[in-house]
């Protein structure tokens, strides 16, 4: 099974910038579908996007389309999260998770095997 340990989350203005990373240890990333998700206090968690084994196509959420961006780097054993133009509404702990599955990427949490701790981004006005 793979191992997932989130970073690149913190404290930024609004309009900022943050990458957040995915390692991936034991098994690699390529072998999953892979997925971020976010969860602010007193909400449901939430999906926000999302790579197939393949990575060939991306999924986005409504709220995060144009600002943020999946990528994948075999190399590394590792996915990012490139979030641009950030909002206070996009403060959350930020959680990565890849599916054994499933080939294609899911918006559904549920589907999803093996989560890392959670990053924190917190973004002020």
């Known amino acids: 099974q793979v191992q997932l340990v989130e970073s690149g989350g913190g404290l930024v203005q609004a309009g900022g910038s943050l990458r957040l990373s995915c390692a991936g240890s034991g098994r690699s990333l390529n072998q999953y579908a892979v997925g971020w998700f976010r969860q602010a206090p007193g909400k449901e968690r939430e999906f926000v996007a999302a790579?197939?084994?393949?990575?060939?196509?991306?999924f986005n959420a409504d709220s995060v389309q144009g600002r943020f961006t999946i990528s994948g780097d075999n190399a590394n054993n590792t996915v990012y999260l490139q979030m641009n133009n950030l909002k206070p509404e996009d403060t959350a702990v930020y959680y990565c998770a890849a599916n054994s599955r499933q080939i294609g990427a899911s918006r559904m949490s549920y589907e999803y095997d093996y989560w890392g701790q959670g990053t924190q981004v917190t973004v002020s006005s």
């Open positions: 790579v197939p084994r393949s990575r060939s196509t991306i």
